[in-house]
């Protein structure tokens, strides 16, 4: 990767800036849903909450360990980082499955048609992608489960699965908030923070193809 000090000057402060404004909307986001839904106070409840708690705030934030303009601990080692990312997305895949775990229970008890909206399709799509893109990630951790593959090449395959687990999570988001629940509960100005996730994901998929890019810059 490009070491941020060689690039021009307002490149690397607008990148600052998108970093900083992914860091407030995503937990902007999470916090808006967490008062709208108030979990606990019903069983379907924790099924926005956790979802959001999951894809808007644990899986950026794991994502954004990693940025070399806004990163919150961008002077621990790679290592550390790594180890972090893990928690973070560890909590990522425990609060989806516990959301999608929640609203299945939900349906069932009443007598709901289970997946029949593009929301719930999507949304039973990324969390089966986010456990497998979790479990296929143990190689970088555990070297030794890694035999025959190139470490370089695992890494790739990692980054370019995560992003397009990161979109779909988004995508999910974004339809949750077409749902009927979410456009009664919310009123005015307030529904354009739905929003939120679509600008993470600008974000997110920048920084990843750019990584990525300049890694083949300095390669060739």
Known sequence: ???????????????VLCGVC???????FTVFVAV???????????????????????MTEAILLFSP?????????????????????????????????AIFYNKHVNAKP????????????????????????LPLIYHRLAK??????????????????????SSSLLLGSCSVWFTSSVGGHAWYLALCPAISAFTIMSQVT???MAKKRLQS
Do not use: D, I
């Open 1 to 15: 990767m490009l070491h941020p000090e060689s690039e021009p000057r307002l490149y690397r402060l607008s990148r």
């Open 22 to 28: 992914t860091h407030l909307l995503c937990s902007a």
């Open 36 to 58: 709208l839904a108030v979990p606990g106070s019903s069983l379907f409840s924790w099924h926005p909450f956790l979802m959001t708690l999951a894809f808007s705030f644990f």
């Open 69 to 101: 303009h806004s990163s919150p601990v961008a002077k621990l080692k790679h290592q550390v980082k790594s180890r972090l990312h893990w928690v973070l997305q560890s909590c990522c895949v425990s609060c989806a499955v516990l959301g999608l775990g």
């Open 114 to 137: 289970h997946f029949s909206t593009w929301h719930g399709l999507v949304g039973v799509v990324t969390v089966c992608a986010v456990v497998l893109q979790s479990v296929a990630a």
């Open 148 to 169: 025959g593959w190139s470490l370089a090449k695992l890494k790739r395959y990692h980054a370019a699965a995560g992003l397009v687990t990161y979109l779909l999570g």
């Open 210 to 212: 750019n990584a990525y």
